[in-house]
Nanobody, 126 residues
């Protein structure tokens, strides 16, 4: 089992920045790909960004590419999502997720992630 505990988030004006963190405990952290998803009421959970188990490969949704950066620190068992140039439409509850299976390519499909954080509200005022 893997437990994911999120921190960060909050309220920011459009154009501002926030950073989310997700600390993992339990099984060896470094074997899992990790990702961030977000959810707004009435919408499907949306893929945001993912990083492979060594941190050498990353993948971003087109909507955040160039503004968000995902990173991981395997010593601290933590992943981060640095969010810059935030827009009103980035407002959502953000979730980190861990994939317990090794895959040759990073998954952007929420159903393939096995462990989830508790969620962090990010609100961007226009």
């Amino acid at each position: 089992q893997v437990q994911l505990v999120q921190s960060g988030g909050g309220l920011v004006q459009a154009g501002g920045s926030l950073r989310l963190a997700c600390a993992a405990s339990g099984r060896t952290f470094s074997v899992y790909a990790m990702a961030w998803f977000r959810h707004t009421p009435g919408e499907e959970r949306e893929f945001v960004a993912a990083i492979n188990y060594r941190g050498g490969s990353t993948y971003y949704a087109d909507s955040v590419k160039g503004r968000f950066t995902i990173s991981r620190d395997n010593v601290k068992n933590t992943i981060y999502l640095q969010m810059n140039s935030l827009k009103f439409e980035d407002t959502a509850v953000y979730y980190c997720a861990a994939d317990r299976w090794f895959r040759t390519s990073i998954s952007t499909n929420a159903v393939e992630y096995d462990y989830w954080g508790q969620g962090s509200q990010v609100t961007v005022s226009s």
